[in-house]
Each structure stands twice: as C-alpha cells, then as structure tokens.
C-alpha cells in the first residue's frame, strides 16, 4: 500500500515554498539601530534618471502636503500641474520622491492627452521628518518642480 503524506509533511513543504521568494528578493540592510536607513544613492539616481540632466522649473507644478505630518504611516500628498494642458502640450508622467526614505521613488503617475489635467492624490509612509519632491513631464520636454519639507511625528504606536 502506498504511503500518502502526512498532513505536517504537506505544511511544512508549502511553507518552505512560500519562504524562497522572498529570500531570493534583495533586502535592504538595516542600519545599526534596526531601523531602515535613508538611500541618498537612489534619491539622486531616482532624479537623474527622471530629470536627464535637464533642470526643471519651479513653477507649474503644485505641491499639497501638511508641513506637520501626525500620522507617518498615512501622509496626504496632492500634486497638480498648473499649467495650461492641451493636446499640444500635456504632462506625461509625474514622480513623487521622499528624500529620507529607504526607498525614495513613492509613487510614479503617467498621463495620456486624453487625461485632460494632471493631478494625483496618494498617500505616503514617511520614514521620519524629511523633504517631499514632486518632478513633472511635459510632452514638450519641460520639466517642472516643487519640494515641501514635512515634520513627522511620531504617533502613539511609535512608528
């Protein structure tokens, strides 16, 4: 007769399954007091790669976010271009980059000429008091800017 698997057998290969994706995946090292630490590296590269060694303006592009930030887990952030947007001229991408984060690249929106405006809304985990940057894409080549320093405060369940 042959032998079937036990049921602690079966538990035991699907939780080693389920452990080797993420071991395979590169984790970020944590800096020495166990928190994850800032990645300048990946800020100016993040910029870099989005900005091309062009320099953006500091106008046309608004930045909506609570300088005093009491809940770090769920920061509120609103970007919107101010400029004219036409079937000529239409924001094609917008990025929102958090400087002291392990992982500065928060959020990436992309913009069709059917769009007709570009805005987003999203909300953010800021690791601790930092700078918020927003760059925007304009199909005519411009690049636009804004940056907001933000306060954290740490909330009762100590984040």
């Known amino acids: 007769m042959p032998q079937h698997p036990t049921r602690r057998t079966l538990i035991a290969a699907g939780a080693s399954a389920l452990a080797l994706p993420a071991l395979a995946q590169p984790q970020p090292s944590p800096a020495p007091d166990g928190a994850l630490a800032p990645n300048p590296a990946a800020l100016r590269k993040a910029m870099a ?92 080549g411009k690049l636009l800017a804004a940056r907001q320093p933000v306060t954290v405060i740490a909330s009762g369940c100590g984040m």
Do not use: Y
């Open 49 to 140: 790669d989005f900005t091309q060694g062009r320099q953006p303006l500091a106008q046309g592009l608004e930045l909506d976010i609570p300088s005093l930030a009491d809940n770090p887990g769920s920061v509120p952030v609103k970007v919107k271009v101010t400029l004219p947007i036409s079937e000529q001229d239409w924001c094609e991408e917008i990025i929102i980059l958090a400087d002291l984060n392990p992982a500065p690249l928060a959020c990436r929106v992309q913009f069709s000429t059917a769009a007709g405006t570009a805005e987003a809304a999203v909300r953010l985990r800021l690791a601790q008091s930092q700078t918020v940057h927003a760059l925007a894409r304009m199909s005519s």
